[in-house]
């Protein structure tokens, strides 16, 4: 198992262009989330899904999209990027309910925006 | 609503001191908590997590923490400090997403571990 892949690994943009952002899991996890980690800030929730076809808004949703068409993959969508948006981007994922305790990471993303 | 508080956003300890990390959580049911660390550049590890079994928590590299109601915290300890345990650590809650349970960890800011020579 690969357990969970994020791809790229880094990236850089420049302000208003788009790029997705992919999450993929191997072992068959209901729910997926994304976030982003900024210094002094911790992680925070941008979007999650609790299974194909749906997702939600988290925290800090503003100039995402993100889209659950297959249960393994979770995209996060950066429609005109702003240097805001320069930060760490993690994935994870859970079996399903009540295993929240059982969270899987990828390995992240970091995104600049100049 | 349900969240977490680490105290100190960096901690010096010398190597082979006890290593103290705070964190306090407030929750109006019982929590899920959690301690994660992160070494520079990669992803989040799980350390140890309290889903109210025993109130101390055995960990990962000799980490544990202690559940401690009356109090509201969830301190991580480790007797001896390495310079291996250089690292960033999270304190996270597990939270109610609407209706679909405690599904969601809401995370601390963090807290940068440095080990002195």
């Known amino acids: 198992n690969a357990g969970v892949t994020q791809t790229p690994k880094f990236r850089v943009l420049k302000t208003g262009q788009s790029m997705t952002l992919l999450c993929a899991q191997d072992?068959?996890?209901?729910?997926m989330y994304w976030y982003r980690q900024d210094p002094g800030m911790g992680l925070r929730l941008i979007h999650y899904?609790?299974?194909?076809?749906?997702?939600a808004k988290g925290e800090v949703p503003d100039g995402y999209n993100v889209s659950r068409l297959k249960k393994q993959n979770f995209l996060l969508g950066l429609e005109s990027a702003a240097p805001s948006q320069t930060s760490v981007y993690f994935c994870?994922?859970?079996?399903?309910?009540?295993?929240?305790?059982?969270?899987?990471f990828g390995p992240g993303t970091r995104l600049t925006v100049t | 609503a349900q969240s977490v508080t680490q105290l100190g956003s960096h901690v010096s300890v010398s190597e082979g001191a006890l290593v103290l990390l705070r964190c306090n959580y407030s929750?109006?049911?019982?929590?899920?908590l959690f301690w994660y660390v992160q070494y520079p550049n990669q992803g989040l590890q799980l350390l140890l997590k309290?889903?109210?079994?025993?109130?101390l928590v055995k960990g990962i590299n000799g980490f544990e923490a202690e559940f401690k109601k009356s109090e509201t915290s969830f301190h991580l300890t480790k007797p001896s400090a390495h310079m291996s345990d250089a690292a960033e650590y999270f304190c996270?809650?597990?939270?109610?997403?609407?209706?679909?349970?405690?599904?969601?960890?809401?995370f601390g800011t963090g807290t940068r571990l440095t080990i002195i020579p």
């Open positions: 929750s109006s049911v019982p929590p899920y």
């Open positions: 899904s609790v299974g194909e076809g749906t997702t």
């Open positions: 309290y889903t109210s079994a025993a109130t």
């Open positions: 996270a809650v597990s939270k109610m997403i609407s209706n679909f349970g405690n599904e969601k960890l809401t």
């Open positions: 994870a994922s859970i079996k399903n309910r009540g295993t929240v305790h059982e969270q899987y």
């Open positions: 072992m068959n996890h209901e729910y």
